[in-house]
């Protein structure tokens, strides 16, 4: 389940805006706050797409390596997001 977490980590850092570029603050409580990015669905997709990328190049490179082990839990992270990329 960690690669879940990592991969809405992901997101969330998508929908992250820059506070110094003029951004829209919203008040929650005492607190402000930047208004978020809204992502589409293709904008998600493209980001689960390359997380998945970046396990299956972590496991060939684990592979060259010698370190099967880790490659094939890569590989296993990898296909757990492949059911949520678009085909």
């Known amino acids: 389940m960690s690669v879940l977490r990592t991969t809405l980590a992901a997101v969330a850092n998508a929908e992250a805006v820059d506070p110094g570029a003029g951004a829209l603050l919203v ?40 370190r099967t082990v880790e490659a094939g839990a890569c590989r296993i992270r990898a296909a757990i997001l492949e059911r949520y990329v678009a085909a």
């Open 27 to 66: 008040r929650a409580g005492l607190f402000g706050d930047v208004e978020r990015r809204t992502l589409g669905a293709d904008d998600v997709q493209a980001i689960v797409a390359a997380e998945r990328a970046e396990l299956v190049a972590a496991a060939r490179t684990l592979d060259e390596s010698g």
